[in-house]
C-alpha cells in the first residue's frame, strides 16, 4: 500500500508545480538507493560514494527519489540484472552532482541526445518514458541539469545529474 500511495503522489506532483524545499541530498539519495538495492539480485554489486555532511538542494523528495530510481533501473536492465552499479554524490562550490554508473551495454554517442526524448526505448517492453521524466524532473522542476557523462558499447554508462547547493 505504501509503494502505490508513492507512485500516486508521484504522478500527482507532475501534473503540478512541485513544492521545492531544502532538503539534503545525500540522505535523501541514499534512501532510495537503499530501498532499490534491497530489492535486486545479488548479481549486482551495489556501490554508494557520498561525502559524509549533508548537501542541501531545493528539491521535491518524492520526485528526486523517482529520477534516482529511474536511473537505477535503468542500469540494472542495461545490465541485463548482472554487473556492478555505483552511485557516487560529489560536491563543487554551488553544485551537487550525482553520478550513476553501470556496467551495461553502453550507449552509442548518437543517442546520447534521443534518449531522453519522450518514446525512446531500446527496450522490448516500456513506453520509454522514464529517461523523458528524469529529464523533466530534473531541469523544470529542480532547475538542475543531466546528461551522459560517460559511455563505452560494451563497458557501460555514466548518467550526471547536476543541481544548484542551497547557499
Sequence with gaps: IERLQ???DRFSKIGSVPVLE???IISETWNTYEYLQSRFSKQVTFSYHAPKT???AMINPTLHSWTI??????AIDAMKGKGTLELKIEQDLHHVKINVKDSGTGISKKQ?????EPG???????????????KRIVEEYHSGKIKVLHS?????TTFQIQLNKKV
Design 54 to 56: 549533508p548537501i542541501l
Design 120 to 134: 525512446f526505448t531500446t527496450k522490448k517492453r516500456g513506453w520509454g518514458l522514464g529517461l523523458s521524466l528524469t
Design 69 to 74: 530510481e529511474n536511473l537505477i533501473k535503468n
Design 22 to 24: 531544502p532538503h539534503d
Design 112 to 116: 546520447f541526445k534521443t534518449i531522453f
Design 6 to 8: 508513492t507512485i500516486t
Design 152 to 156: 563505452e558499447i560494451g563497458k557501460g
